[in-house]
């Protein structure tokens, strides 16, 4: 197969099978469920197949005009595709799991449908060379993900929905807003041309607010954050896909899409978006310090982690993008962990509050390893993965300099340290206040451990992935090898 | 080689965890095995260079690894601890649950030893050294039943000093532009003099020194007796001084004239003593035996923080011979742990006859550890004294007074235990098994050649450290030159000694000896709120922590509130007027239509 081909496989295999799903379901359950896999898989075994090719120099690139400036763009590069192979790993896992977790639950079909459509649209947002269709597909994503945060369909939860899509999408129009006047500035929607038309003059400070006004309410950045907690009601590996690995990153992937691959952004903003994202956090990890709901726990947890990233994708500097891009990957794997294993609890103790628990690390030995481990590599300590990212993220704050900010992320993963344990001590640790707990199903016992080991080997083989990584930020950059 | 003592026992470790049940009969072999394998190497290595390279996670992150006399010394020590702690623990821990998790860990923990030791690159380092976090928190979980929170404690604190050690990196190889330990030159002036404290803070915490020192007294009760033999009283204080002397003569250049020396004396001098204080009243031999763990740091960093030769090779000197009696007093507890089934003062006394060699090696430690002539504690306190007197006699008058607390402390201790009246339920107590007594004996036997002939280790291990051109000509083996020092030395034991007696005869019981201390008329007080953790910088600090946190989470929740509902009722404040405009009235709205027209018209005109 041509390399177009398997780009164009990669975007609409997912986004056209989801449909098929739920005819099959009403055949066969586990049909829809390997086709489910399958479809997700396609997309991760393609985008592997890819990397070789991209990591060698060449580029990809799939152009049809239609109407107007509007051109139908597919286009890959190492930042799409590290970003996909990132996404779909972790998404794929979570389809794996779901194989346990929601044949609990009404609406099978439904679940699988929207979860790959999600996940392919996610992809076709990754790929876009073209602002309308990035913004088509943010939407599409928006969608799902208001489906699935109200898959329970009580008058709350769909409410807590509506929330979720309210926000983003708010957010969303007031970013298209700011594509079209970057539309009139340099008279393409084409990333490519906009790029060589702007020629590294720093793009107009209303467009890039307008822009970070989308990417902040979909990455769950203060003052746009309160949605993700909210959404903790949907189904465990829906809160996984959104919260942790996938729909949380669209914004800060967007961010260097955009500001790093695409525009120069002034040097303000250099400041003002780690001063955002230092703000974010701290709020975030208090409020996981405070929270008694599982999952809003690791929810928040999820927002203070994105400060990170954003500090890193804002530096602007090679070390502090690839600390953010790095981060982007070993937090998708370590908080899916978690977020997974918070389903396993939840599912067995048929509560999320977790001053009702305790003890439960002797019933749910696994479960206790993947979250350890997750919890390890969130923290930054090694030999998880998540150490080096945080690493290579603050030394970037301070190789321009800026220690304040620096300090205030070291505050931050103290925040970290200190929820994460405190967690994990209420939950696994002390005496057992439940009787008659069992164990996850195998499958849901597999993704977890799976997450937790790639966490590890992410951070001992570090060497791979930091390849991977050192190679976008040069493409990214412009540095030629 | 270098490759094997890092792979080796990591290998071993997972291997051992693993390990199905019923294979559990191998487990002590395969342990000892390995560890001797591991300080069979260190032998061979000693006294050799090498540096390996390999690219690792870019950005100057290079799997780098240097041996040189500093790292070898390091690792031969970590080593023999390790070998001889395990050949205890393969008999004290025999028969528990946790078995092969504890020797699983314990190998782990060598490893990261050895890598954090070893490595060259300032990142590779924080990759071992940070990861011993992880093998803390399982060793001290798999402790009692209240073990996870002493884990937690431990992991939080020491977490977040490796966190400080992480930016401090960062700024360091920002300023030197390189990530290489050997390519390291940085003054301690503004940036530079930060870099340092956010380094240092990683080091004096991982050796446990205050305010980072709160876990331990918590661990001694909750964890297992040879882990806080192996870890908190051995490899974690190798691995601080090391750091600290690492970063102190070769990275940056620590003089007496700068106040970064003085800060470090400062923090040695209040860890010896009021940790020494608080060892003082304890009444658990374990507990007791902590407080001076963190004490005895003190020593190392205020002879470091001297920054003149004396004092440095008298940190580092007192840095090896402290690991040696203080996890040789951890095994004389750990053995009258398991022959008395406790360590509570009050039940104990009179072990002495039944457990003669125990007692014979807890003799030498306590007099090594209280700076006894000659046991190699008296040598290297003995130079600490010489370099703190040269930089300020209030730092020497800090230093003798701890002398004198550790010497109380001891007797207090070794004669509530092991003399006196024997408790009626340990008639029959026998002495400890040959494997446990073994270790406990080979490593009292190096404090006495330690002391009696010093200028073996302080030539062969110590010195070479700072080199030729930075001893000044001095030597520092032999008795010491200072006769003034030894005589204050030898008064402060007296001293002590006389205090002892007039406490016995004053509470009528060795366990009562310093009871005048404790309940003196100022000291009671603080005493009682010191028990109370009144004083914990754990507690202080989560203190501290949580009032932020309240304000930060009340500002999240206004933001959820302005979202939630201020939003939404804005919203319908605006539909509902403009609701009322729409009244259905044809005539208004015509003139609506007019007045916007008229407006357009307006401003086509007037642009």
Known sequence: MSNEILLFCIVFVPVLGSFVLPVIGTFSEKARNLLALLLVAVSLIFSVKLLPIIISGQSITINYPLLMSIDFVLHADMLAIFMAIASSLVGAIIVLYSFGYISHYENRNEYYFMVVLFLGSM?????????????????????????LIGFFRE????????????????????????????????????????????????????????????????????????????????????????????????????????????????????TVVPVIAGASMLVSGAAALKETDLKRIIAYSTI?????????????????????????????????????????????????????????????????????????????????????????????????????IAFTFLAGAVLTVLYLLRVISIVFFGELKMSSIKEGSATMLFSVAFLGILSLLGGIFIKYPADVVVSTVQQMMGIIK | MINILILLPFIAGLFILAMPKKARGITGFVVLLVTLINLFITIKLFRTTAMVSFPWAGFGIDFALRLDH??????????????????????????????????????????????????????????????????????????????????????????????????????????????????????????????????????????????????????????????????PAALEKLLGIYFLARISLEMFSLTPDSWISTLLMIVGGITILFAVMMALIQKDYKRLLSYHAISQVGYMVLGIGTAVPAGIIGGLFHMINHAMYKSTLFLTGGSVERQAGTTDLRKLGGLGAKMPITFACFIVAAAAISGVPPFNGFFSKELVYDGALERGWIFYAMAVAGSFFTAASFLKLGHSAYLGKINDGHKNVKEAPITMLIPMIIIASLCILFGLYNSLPLHNLIQPILGEHRLEGHHFSGFPENMMLVIVTVVVLIAAYLNHIFGVKKSGSGLGAVDHIHHAPVLSGIYDKAEKRFFDPYNIGLGIVNIFVVILFKIDRIIDWIVDNFTVKVTYVFTNTIRKIHTGDAALYLSWSLGGMILIVLYIIVR
Request: hydrophobic content about 55%.
């Open chain 1, 155 to 270: 008058k709350a939860f769909v409410l807590r929905a509506d929330k979720a899509f309210l926000i983003t999408v708010f957010g969303a129009l007031i970013m298209l807003i700011g594509f079209v006047m970057l539309y009139t500035q340099t008279g393409s929607f084409n990333l490519l041309d906009i790029k060589n038309n702007l020629q590294n003059n720093p793009v107009s400070n209303i467009v890039v607010m307008l822009i970070l006004f989308g990417i902040l309410s979909k990455s769950a950045t203060l003052p746009f954050h309160t949605w993700l907690p909210d959404a903790g009601v949907a189904p465990s590996p829906v809160t996984a896909l959104l919260h942790a690995a996938v729909l949380v990153k669209i914004g800060v992937y967007v961010f260097a899409r955009l500001f790093i691959s695409t525009m120069t952004l002034d040097v303000v903003w250099h």
């Open chain 1, 123 to 147: 992809m076709g947002l990754i790929f876009s060379g073209n602002l309308i269709f990035l913004f088509l597909f943010w939407e599409i994503t928006s969608i799902a993900s208001w489906r």
């Open chain 1, 304 to 404: 203070s982690q994105i400060g990170f990233i954003f500090l890193g994708l804002a530096t602007g500097n090679e070390i502090g993008i690839a600390g953010g891009l790095l981060y982007i990957l070993m937090h998708g794997l370590a908080k899916g962990g978690l977020f997974l294993c918070a389903g396993i609890v939840e599912q067995n103790t048929h509560t999320k509050d977790i001053t009702k628990m305790g003890g439960l690390g002797k019933v749910m030995p696994i479960t206790l390893l993947a979250f350890l481990f997750c919890s390890f590599s969130v923290m930054g300590i090694p030999p998880f993965g998540g150490f080096f990212s945080k690493y290579l993220v603050i030394t970037g704050a301070i190789n321009n300099g800026q220690m304040a």
């Open chain 2, 70 to 231: 500093f790292s070898s010394f390091i690792i031969l020590a970590v080593a023999g601890f390790g070998f001889l702690i395990s050949l205890y623990a393969v008999t004290s821990m025999k028969g528990t649950e946790i078995y092969n998790q504890f020797f699983a860990y314990l190998l782990v923990s060598l490893t990261l030893a050895n890598g954090a030791v070893l490595a060259d690159n300032l990142v590779v380092m924080l990759f071992f050294w940070e990861g011993l976090l992880v093998t803390l928190f399982a060793m001290i979980t798999i402790g009692n039943k209240q073990a996870y929170k002493t884990a937690v404690k431990a992991v939080v604190l020491v977490g977040i000093s490796d966190l400080c050690m992480m930016v401090g990196i960062g700024l360091t190889a920002h300023l030197a532009g390189t990530l290489s330990m050997s390519g390291i030159k940085l003054g301690l002036q503004s940036s530079g003099g930060v870099a340092y404290i956010l380094l240092m803070i990683g080091a004096i915490s991982k050796a446990g020194s205050m305010p980072f020192h709160s876990w331990i007294p918590d661990a001694a009760v909750d964890a297992n007796l040879p882990f806080m033999a192996i870890l």
